[in-house]
Nanobody, 124 residues
Framework: QVQLVESGGGLVQAGASLRLSCAASGRTYDMGWFRQAPGKEREFVAAIRWSDGSTPYADVVKGRFTISRDNAKSTVFLQMNSLKPEDTAVYYC????????????????????WGQGTQVTVSS
């Protein structure tokens, strides 16, 4: 079982930036970030595919957030700029144990491993 550990969350003002990190204890393929605000459903944020390195994003974060991965593909990052109060949520790292060549990386069902989450709070 691969363990994922997120870090980098915190309390910031609107317009500020945060950089989240997710370290995996073993080999992973697709990796992504999801978030869940209180009283709301979990939603897709961003992902990075092992197959081609492509990086799909949710429309609401596109242009503000950037996902990246180190060369060993054992750590994934989420650079969050121009943060808004609407970004307040617990952010979860996710990773797949399967080599996916297609399909939607935004589908939570493809991810086998999940971190415990890191809180991001953006004040107005």
């Amino acid at each position: 079982q691969v363990q994922l550990v997120e870090s980098g969350g915190g309390l910031v003002q609107a317009g500020a930036s945060l950089r989240l990190s997710c370290a995996a204890s073993g080999r992973t393929y697709d990796m992504g970030w999801f978030r869940q605000a209180p009283g709301k459903e979990r939603e897709f944020v961003a992902a990075i595919r092992w197959s081609d390195g492509s990086t799909p994003y949710a429309d609401v974060v596109k242009g503000r957030f950037t996902i990246s991965r180190d060369n060993a593909k054992s750590t994934v990052f989420l650079q969050m700029n121009s943060l808004k109060p609407e970004d307040t949520a617990v952010y979860y790292c996710a990773a797949s144990s399967t080599r996916y060549y297609g399909g939607a990386a935004s589908d939570a069902g493809r991810y086998d491993y999940w971190g415990q989450g890191t809180q991001v709070t953006v004040s107005s």
